[in-house]
């Protein structure tokens, strides 16, 4: 069993002067220490997802996507020794797909 917090999302503009929404979560195995993982939804991808789902570009729903890439990694390892992830299109519009099925 896996323990997640969410921390925070922010423009990865003014943290490390980059065009993505960068998403922060704590995670672990339940009773291990926590550590973090960044996970960042380049800008202009999300433009183009958003036009392409005609899904409105919000807060929520980049945290969504990038939840399911966090939920993801956990479940194959892929990227679990990064700290900082970056997420591509195919991926986000797999994410996509999962959250508007979900709603």
């Known amino acids: 069993m896996w323990d997640v917090e969410f921390r925070w999302?922010?423009?990865g503009i003014s943290i490390r002067h980059a065009d993505t929404v960068?998403?922060?979560f704590e995670a672990a195995?339940?009773?291990?220490?926590?550590?973090?993982?960044?996970?960042?939804?380049?800008?202009?991808?999300?433009?183009?997802?958003s036009r392409e789902t005609k899904h409105?570009?919000?807060?929520?729903?980049?945290?969504?996507?990038a939840a399911?890439?966090?939920?993801?990694?956990i479940e194959t390892g892929e990227d679990m020794e990064k700290t900082l992830v970056s997420v591509h299109?195919?991926?986000m519009r797999r994410h996509a797909k999962q959250v508007s099925q979900a709603a």
């Not at 409105?56 to 996507?65: G, M, R, V």
């Open 9 to 11: 999302l922010q423009t």
């Open 22 to 24: 960068d998403v922060k």
């Open 29 to 49: 195995v339940e009773g291990d220490p926590k550590y973090e993982r960044v996970v960042a939804l380049y800008h202009p991808d999300l433009l183009e997802l």
């Open 56 to 65: 409105p570009l919000t807060d929520a729903w980049c945290l969504k996507l």
């Open 68 to 73: 399911l890439h966090l939920k993801e990694m």
């Open 89 to 91: 299109l195919e991926d």
